[in-house]
């Protein structure tokens, strides 16, 4: 296998590949990223509109947001 010299360490997080660190708004569409991967029961804020939403982590993988 080649080296990768473009390869960055953050990359390498342990366990949490391909975890979502961003969302799209419900309300405004905007796209918001977030520091840590989300996760079921976690609240987030749109930084473009002011919306709290409440994070519900589905069977498939992904998520639903309910507003507070």
């Keep these: 296998m080649p080296l990768d010299h473009y390869e960055d360490d953050d990359d390498k997080d342990s366990g949490s590949k391909g975890a979502r660190k961003d969302f799209d708004c419900p309300d405004c569409n905007a796209n918001n ?22 994070v519900k982590a589905l069977d498939n993988g992904r998520f639903k947001f309910k507003e507070l």
């Design 33 to 54: 990223p977030v520091e840590e991967p989300l996760e079921d029961g976690q609240e987030v804020l749109c930084n473009y509109c002011g919306m709290q939403y409440s």
